[in-house]
């Protein structure tokens, strides 16, 4: 099997790395300026979702960043959250050194909505996570769903963001045990050292993350382990293919490291890892979320198939026979409207429509053939909002700006 870490170092004389979070123009190439020196078109085709990615330069190539994010003052990215709450970790025994975990490494941790208090637990030697501000949030989440192509997925139907930029600010000796993430993660290191073990995840796109060692928590956090297990045991070919709490042993065999610098950038699909903090930094890491195509059909098709009486209908079966001979109904019903939905839904075509209506058509008075437009892309969404659908008749001097909306 070959390597997951793809590692690069880059040389600042002979090929210097682009300042991360500066504009060309209007634009801001940040996929570019990640995956330096790779190509990004090379990047998605060898490494997006298939393995493990780290670069390695000057902490100056993150300056632009740097002075979005109050030049690192912890306290200034504390009052400038949008968090509801910000998450702490604390070592269980108390007059341990900053960081210093007991209990078989695991921390203790609880939420505070006051910043102040965050603070002081920092300085206790607590370690801090929550979400960036939403200035930064938006710029990064931006430009890396379209410059992946999520396309429409990375929107929520109201317009919203799937996706959002979270800060850890860590102690030396904090770590995160074995796990992995549903998300598409890209990290930044902008201060401090943090050492992760890499290995191959059981299960390709997973939609949840999975936590082991929420398994020796409280009944809730058991529970809650015990659903991730349930789901990736589905996901992954049956329980005998998936282990919920594999033994440490297992883990380390095999298993990769990458050290993270100030300037140092990692990106990690969804994969089992650990991260152990060497030194106090701090770090920013992108979570890409992205709509599936199980999401998309399944929502289509549920309000496509209420759109008929028979979709509607509640079942009433008298017989084994009775109830074969409605489900053959519904899933014709089914094949058809699934049919239905190939030219909106094709990759490319998400938002313009092959065919024109006529009679719209034939009341066009302007120059040119038109072009019709979706403006709902998500149209079919479970949201009752998305029921509807909105075509838009467009002459050709504005077939570039949708065009642009497309992309």
């Not at 282990?243 to 380390?252: D, G, M, Q």
Request: glycine content about 8%; some cysteine; hydrophobic content about 40%.
């Amino acid at each position: 099997m070959s390597r997951l870490l793809l590692e690069r170092w880059m040389d600042e004389e002979r090929d210097p790395a682009p300042s991360v979070g500066a504009f060309d123009g209007r634009r801001l190439p940040l996929l570019a300026q990640l995956v330096h020196p790779l190509a990004p078109h090379k990047f998605v085709q060898a490494v997006y979702r298939q393995r493990v990615y780290a670069t390695h330069s000057s902490a100056r190539r993150f300056e632009p960043l740097v002075e979005r994010l109050h030049r690192l003052s912890l306290a200034r990215l504390l009052q400038d959250t949008p968090s509801e709450a910000i998450h702490v970790w604390v070592s269980g025994q108390l007059g341990g050194r900053p960081g210093e975990q007991s209990g078989g490494g695991r921390a203790e941790s609880f939420k505070t909505e006051d910043a102040e208090a965050a603070l002081a637990c920092h300085r206790a030697g607590g370690s801090l996570y929550f979400r960036a501000p939403e200035e930064v949030s938006d710029l990064l989440v931006t430009a890396l769903s379209q410059q992946l192509g999520m396309s429409y997925g990375a929107l929520h139907p109201d317009g919203a963001a799937r996706s959002e930029v979270e800060t850890f600010a860590s102690r030396a000796g904090h770590t995160t045990d074995w796990h992995f993430d549903f998300m598409e993660n890209f990290t930044l290191q902008l201060s401090g050292s943090k050492r992760w073990r890499l290995k191959r995840g059981d299960v390709a796109h997973p939609v949840r993350g999975c936590t082991p060692m929420w398994r020796r928590k409280d009944a809730a956090m058991l529970g809650a382990a015990e659903q991730q297990a349930k789901c990736h045991a589905q996901h992954s070919g049956g329980a005998a293919a998936f282990e919920p709490e594999p033994a440490a042993e297992e883990l380390e065999e095999g298993c990769e490291d990458v050290l993270l610098t100030p300037g140092s950038f990692l990106y990690l699909p969804a994969g089992t890892h650990r991260v152990e903090c060497e030194e106090d930094s701090l770090s920013v890491n992108v979570s890409l979320i992205g709509l599936c195509w199980a999401d998309v059909l399944g929502d289509a098709l549920k309000q496509r198939l209420r759109c008929h009486p028979a979709g509607r209908a509640p079942l009433c079966l008298h017989s084994l026979a009775q109830g074969r001979s409605q489900l053959a109904d519904a899933l014709a019903l089914l094949a058809k409207e699934a049919a239905a939905l190939r030219p909106l839904l094709t990759s490319g075509e998400a938002l313009l429509v092959d065919g024109v209506d006529q009679a719209a058509v034939a009341t066009w008075e302007g120059a040119g053939d038109p072009r019709a437009y979706v403006l709902h892309a998500q149209f079919g969404g479970e949201e009752l909002a998305s029921l509807l659908r909105v075509e838009v008749l467009a002459p050709p001097p504005l077939w570039p700006l949708l065009e642009w909306r497309r992309e």
